[in-house]
Every structure is written in C-alpha cells, then in structure tokens.
C-alpha cells in the first residue's frame, strides 16, 4: 500500500468539504437537496486514506451506518490515498464502488454521486466550466437515498433542468472562480 504524498489531516479535509458543500453546492444551488440536509447537520463526512479495497470496507460500513442511523441523512465519503487523486484511477474506484452497491443488494435503496478536483464529464474538455459542478477539493464519493431524491425532487425541477441550470451558472461564473475557491478550500492544509 502507497501511503499518499502528502499527508493530510482530517479534520481539515472533512471542513474543506463541509465549507465547499456550503460556499459552491448550496450557494450556487448546484445540488438542491444539500440545502435542506446542512442546516439540522444530517451530513455525515468520513475521510478514507486507504487504498481501494479500503474505500470499499469503508462504502460498506457507511452503508450499513445509514442503514442503522435515521438521523444522517447522506454520508461523504472522502479519499485522500494518493492513487485516488488521478481522476482515471478514481473512476475505477468509483466503479468498483458502485458495482458492489448493487452486489450487496443496496441498488435502488443508494446511489453514488461522483466528486473529484479533475472531475471531467463525458464528452467534455478538461477546461470546461460545467466540469465544477462536480469539482471538490478532495475525491469524494456521495451516499444517497433514493427515498430521500425522490422526496426532495418533489420540490424540485426535474432533473435535467438541474443539470442544465448548472451548466447555465458554472460558464456564468466561470474557472478562474472555482478554482480560486477550490485553491483557498486545499490552502493551508495542515500534516498530521
């Protein structure tokens, strides 16, 4: 096992993520159900410095956290080994990821949402604004109940509307922005 290259504290990228779903998701309103977890604080954020097989012992017990605990509404779950940081090998993460919440008989109760500081929709250039819609300061992979969508979409748009509304609000603002934020969110990371 690679230890990462830098090693990070904690506590810092669990607030970086926190203060990155306040300062982009919820007010650029890229996710409209963050809102209505953040404030009674159902979010539970979870930092995995392991490798793959690590990340997955970690999905499962997060599920299984989910399963258990009423009270977190989605769970955060962000990698922080170095492998993890290049966007190729976070989707085979990722995949392998999503397969074994469909092993594990979870498909349908979840789903995962993808994050990643190089995140690169498909079919789309590297430099593309929208790409910051799912641009975190760390690797992240997102936990959600399906109920919870499908209640919360009750209130919402459908969800491609969604997605293009994003589109429309991330070329508004542009990369340079973003990555300022994200830039500031990783700054002054501390060693543990």
């Known amino acids: 096992m690679t230890e ?39 979010i539970r954020c979870v930092v995995i410095s392991g490798d793959a097989g690590n990340v997955v012992r970690s999905l499962y017990d997060e599920l299984r956290h989910l ?34 919440l469909h092993d594990w008989g979870y498909s349908g109760t979840y789903q995962l ?8 929709f498909d079919g789309s ?32 748009e459908d969800a491609e509307k969604i997605f293009s509304r994003n589109i429309e609000k991330a070329q508004e603002l542009g990369c340079p922005y973003f990555k300022g934020v994200l830039d500031a969110l990783k700054k002054d990371r501390p060693a543990r």
């Open 4 to 42: 990462p290259t830098f090693p990070l504290c904690e506590e810092h990228v669990i607030d970086a993520t926190l203060k990155w779903v306040d300062d982009i998701v919820i007010k650029h309103n890229f996710c409209p159900f963050a809102r209505y977890v953040r404030t009674p604080n159902q």
């Open 67 to 100: 399963e258990e605990n009423d009270k977190t509404a989605t769970t955060l779950i962000a990698l922080t080994h170095s492998t993890i940081a290049d966007f190729n090998e976070y989707l085979d993460v990722l995949a392998i990821s999503d397969n074994m």
């Open 113 to 120: 949402a993808s994050f990643h500081p190089d995140y690169v």
């Open 125 to 156: 250039n590297v430099n593309d604004a929208e790409n910051y819609t799912n641009r975190s300061p760390y690797p992240l992979l997102h936990l959600i109940r399906e109920a919870d969508i499908t209640r919360y979409m009750k209130k919402e």
